[in-house]
């Protein structure tokens, strides 16, 4: 049983490596791979939320979750600086909600579309801040476009290492 449990075992320095691994793998086997920038993109999203509270906002000391569309409204009065600080976290947040939680989504007043639609839109206006990015122009145009790509992506990475957990659950009860 031990040789199972040390084979588990995950050897990555950075939560972040790790997301990259796992994504660009089930990329590779995707009919239209993404763009590796996009794939490392994306693994830096996974790497933030890996810490929760970057899921909420505090507000006079309270922890309250973010309410995307409202902070898209919000965001064009602020000074440019802010605004794209807050239109990159709008558009990572929502890409994140709408993969990774894609299925407990279903259930709620909220579906996945409103997820991808303020998503899209984020991206879209951050395009117009940051119009460069990995030295690629029009980088946050073309996530907004391949939103929906993306977000499978991360869905089917959500239901793989759902699937490892029950796994490993299963060997630790054995």
């Given at each position: 049983?031990?040789?199972?449990?040390?084979?588990?075992?995950?050897?990555?320095?950075?939560?972040?490596?790790?997301?990259?691994?796992?994504?660009?793998?089930?990329?590779?086997?995707?009919?239209?791979?993404?763009?590796?920038?996009?794939?490392?993109?994306?693994?830096?999203?996974?790497?933030?939320?890996?810490?929760?509270?970057?899921?909420?906002?505090?507000?006079?000391?309270?922890?309250?979750?973010?309410?995307?569309?409202?902070?898209?409204?919000?965001?064009?009065?602020?000074?440019?600086?802010?605004?794209?600080?807050?239109?990159?976290?709008?558009?990572?947040?929502?890409?994140?909600?709408?993969?990774?939680?894609?299925?407990?989504?279903?259930?709620k007043l909220v579906d996945t579309r409103y997820y991808h639609d303020i998503g899209q839109a984020a991206y879209?206006?951050?395009?117009?801040?940051?119009?460069?990015?990995?030295?690629?122009?029009?980088?946050?145009?073309?996530?907004?476009?391949?939103?929906?790509?993306?977000?499978?992506?991360?869905?089917?990475?959500?239901?793989?290492?759902?699937?490892?957990?029950?796994?490993?659950?299963?060997?630790?009860?054995a």
């Open positions: 049983m031990s040789s199972q449990i040390s084979s588990n075992l995950v050897l990555e320095t950075s939560l972040q490596c790790y997301f990259f691994d796992l994504l660009e793998n089930l990329n590779r086997k995707t009919s239209t791979p993404l763009p590796r920038e996009t794939i490392f993109y994306s693994s830096l999203i996974m790497d933030k939320f890996g810490l929760a509270q970057e899921l909420f906002d505090e507000e006079e000391g309270k922890i309250r979750e973010k309410i995307l569309g409202i902070k898209l409204m919000e965001a064009s009065k602020l000074p440019r600086s802010m605004r794209k600080r807050e239109l990159k976290d709008i558009g990572d947040t929502a890409l994140f909600i709408s993969g990774f939680f894609s299925d407990s989504l279903n259930t879209s206006k951050l395009n117009g801040l940051v119009p460069s990015f990995y030295d690629i122009d029009y980088f946050y145009n073309d996530l907004s476009r391949k939103f929906s790509s993306v977000a499978l992506l991360i869905e089917l990475l959500s239901k793989d290492l759902s699937s490892k957990t029950k796994e490993d659950e299963l060997l630790w009860i």
